[in-house]
Nanobody
Framework: QVQLVESGGGLVQAGGSLRLSCAASGRTFSNYVMGWFRQAPGKEREFVASISRSGGSTSYADSVKGRFTISRDTAKNTVYLQMNSLKPEDTAVYYC?????????????????WGQGTQVTVSA
């Protein structure tokens, strides 16, 4: 079992920034591809970003490329999502995800563990 606990969500004005954190525990952190997904009211959960086990490769949804940055700190068993130039359409519950696999991409169907989610609200 892997436990994932997100933090860092909140309310921010459009154009602002937030940094989400996800602390992992329970298994060897470096064995997991890590990622972030989000779900807005009435919509399906969607991929945001992912990072390989080594941290050397990343993947982003087109909607966040150039604005969001995913990173991981193996010593702290933590993955981060730095979100800049936030837009109202970024408003959603953001979920941390872990998958015991190779590569650096994630999809909802390939995730092994989910966090409980953290709310991000961007006001116009």
């Amino acid at each position: 079992q892997v436990q994932l606990v997100e933090s860092g969500g909140g309310l921010v004005q459009a154009g602002g920034s937030l940094r989400l954190s996800c602390a992992a525990s329970g298994r060897t952190f470096s064995n997991y591809v890590m990622g972030w997904f989000r779900q807005a009211p009435g919509k399906e959960r969607e991929f945001v970003a992912s990072i390989s086990r080594s941290g050397g490769s990343t993947s982003y949804a087109d909607s966040v490329k150039g604005r969001f940055t995913i990173s991981r700190d193996t010593a702290k068993n933590t993955v981060y999502l730095q979100m800049n130039s936030l837009k109202p359409e970024d408003t959603a519950v953001y979920y941390c995800a872990a998958a015991q696999r190779y590569g650096f991409t994630l999809a909802v169907a390939t995730v092994d563990y989910w966090g409980q989610g953290t709310q991000v609200t961007v006001s116009a």
